[in-house]
């Protein structure tokens, strides 16, 4: 395991240390860093590993917190309810990414971000099931306090992000890895030399898939009330791109950090310039992929010692 993919794992136990001195706001911004970090790491696996800019982050959003929404209102406890979204979102999008994943560069990137407006309208249409565009609303499933609340969600979070982090560095460093690299560098050369490059990447398109769904059901219990609008937002599936962007695209410790750094951009931004906070946020972003174009990953010591020596 490389000194990047320990740094990962031994941030993020730290972070589990939050409940024991922050109050209810800070485990609230804590929750929602853990599912930014869940979205950014997920998307890394197609996106980063693979080479295939996936739009569909939102579709696999949507679709857990509906899932899980619905279960939750047929009285199944919270963690079967999100082991069956997971187990579901594996399975459905394995299939799917077999299909889509046929399509390479614009036409598959059109092909994903299409995806989010056909579950947005299945959903919307379904009204029987899922209340259609007047929203679910889902019942409550952790204690009874605002407290108690609060740090339920936000180690049920953390605890699927850190599965989530477990399961992408052991994706980089296995065979399954190895060959998504392949496809990366040249797709072609890759099936000439016998590499399964259809199942490698469904593989790929399933695990990108399913812990952005039961971040959803996450989501969807935490705020207990979801509708398309929301859940299905396309912000969920450029914001992913973004904070890969900015950490460094392909390395888990630096997408988790760039997914951090978006929100911490996005929380000060929104306090301060509530009226264009958008736009105020949008300008850093550009401004620091360029003088940052390859992320947080170029500001290693060794890096910058080089640059400094070659001023």
Request: charged fraction near 10%; glycine fraction near 12%.
């Amino acid at each position: 395991m490389t000194r990047s993919n320990v740094a990962l794992l031994a941030l993020l136990v730290c972070f589990a240390s939050l409940p024991l001195f922050g109050g209810a706001y800070a485990l609230r911004l804590g929750t929602t860093a853990c599912m930014y970090s869940i979205l950014a790491l997920s998307w890394n696996v197609v996106g980063g590993f693979a080479g295939y800019p996936s739009f569909a982050t939102a579709a696999f959003f949507g679709f857990g917190a509906y899932m899980t929404g619905v279960l939750l209102n047929m009285g199944l406890p919270l963690l079967p309810s999100e082991l069956l979204t997971l187990v579901a979102s594996l399975l459905l999008n394995g299939l799917l990414g077999a299909v889509l994943l046929r399509l390479r560069g614009h036409y598959f990137a059109i092909a994903s971000l299409s995806l989010v407006e056909v579950l947005r309208e299945l959903v919307n249409n379904a009204t029987d099931l899922t209340g259609g565009g007047m929203g679910l609303n889902i019942p409550l499933a952790s204690g009874s306090g605002i407290m108690a609340d609060a740090i339920f969600f936000f180690y049920a979070m953390w605890g699927l992000l850190l599965a989530t982090a477990v399961v992408v560095v052991a994706v980089s460093m296995s065979k399954l890895g190895f060959g998504l690299s392949c496809i990366r560098q040249n797709e072609t050369a890759a099936g000439m030399v016998g590499l399964n490059a259809t199942l490698y990447k469904s593989i790929a398109f399933a695990l990108s898939a399913c812990f952005v769904s039961a971040a959803g059901g996450i989501y969807a219990a935490w705020v207990h009330y979801i509708d398309p609008s929301d859940v299905f937002d396309v912000l969920y599936s450029i914001e992913p791109i973004v904070m890969a962007l900015m950490g460094g695209i392909g390395s888990p410790l630096g997408v988790v950090g760039g997914a951090l750094l978006y929100f911490g951009l996005e929380e000060v931004v929104w306090r301060n310039y509530i009226q264009i906070h958008t736009g105020v946020l949008g300008v850093l972003i550009v401004l620091l992929l360029l003088f940052l174009p390859h992320g947080l990953t170029s500001l290693r010591p060794r890096i910058l010692f080089r640059k400094v020596k070659h001023v």
